[in-house]
């Protein structure tokens, strides 16, 4: 069964650090790029960050930009967010997603987040 | 950045059909297609439609998305309250490198 699973929220006070993981199953995870989406209370979801297959390009909201990193183990199929010097604004529930990538000879690529895990809550407060 | 609106709220009868919109997204709304996502607070969310009209394997053929310039929608025909969640509009923005997501239509089932 292909399975997304968070882990690492938890509470955590004001410039404070975190660090969450996402550990894939029943899938060849170092064919994929992956994506972590957050929602904070009351809100809708947000895109945080994405990692290519290899780790090498990473891209990040301008909101967490020089805060947070995405990165990967692929030996141990676990992708990570760690996060830095958080504030109340980054209170929400995080979620990774996989990003799946068709071909179409009329439209060329297209991308979609096909596969998603139930989330982990991060708190920040004092 | 660009900004994917939805209507905050919809409703309808069961057995009715009720269509959510998602329009804007930047210059470049016309190029990349538009996914749909159902979700209920807690859970994980479900890819409902992919490249604009698309639909995921277990999706029943209830749910159906178009899209026409610089909008998209997505139609549920046959609502009952297992359909109540919220619904997200969702396409690749090449400015962000990254996901843009509408701000969520909450479905009603009267």
């Known amino acids: 069964e292909v399975q997304l699973v968070e882990s690492g929220g938890g509470l955590v006070q004001p410039g404070g650090s975190l660090r969450l993981s996402c550990a894939a199953s029943g899938f060849t995870f170092d064919t994929y790029w992956m994506t972590w989406v957050r929602q904070a209370p009351g809100k809708g979801l947000e895109w945080v960050a994405n990692?290519?297959?290899?780790?090498?390009?990473?891209y990040y909201v301008d909101s967490v930009k020089g805060r947070f990193t995405v990165f990967r183990d692929n030996a141990k199929n676990v992708m990570y967010l760690q996060m830095n010097n958080l504030t109340a604004e980054d209170t929400a529930v995080y979620y990774c997603?996989?990003?799946?990538?068709?071909?179409?000879?009329?439209?060329?690529?297209?991308?979609?987040?096909?596969?998603w895990g139930k989330g982990t809550t991060v708190t920040v407060s004092s | 950045q660009s900004v994917l609106t939805q209507p905050p709220s919809a409703s309808g009868a069961p057995g009715q059909t009720v269509t959510i919109s998602c329009s804007g997204g930047g210059p470049k709304i016309g190029r990349n297609p538009v996914n749909w996502y159902q979700h209920l607070p807690g859970t994980a969310p479900k890819l409902l439609i992919y490249n604009n009209d698309q639909r995921p394997s277990g999706v029943p053929d209830r749910f159906s998305g178009s899209k026409s310039g610089t909008s998209a929608s997505l139609a549920i025909s046959g609502l009952h309250s297992g359909d109540e969640a919220d619904y997200y509009c969702?396409?690749?923005?090449?400015?962000?490198?990254?996901?843009?997501f509408g701000g969520g239509t909450t479905l009603t089932v009267l």
């Open positions: 990692l290519s297959q290899g780790g090498g390009e990473k």
């Open positions: 997603a996989r990003d799946e990538a068709e071909y179409s000879s009329s439209s060329g690529y297209y991308y979609f987040l096909d596969v």
């Open positions: 969702a396409k690749w923005d090449d400015s962000l490198n990254g996901w843009l």
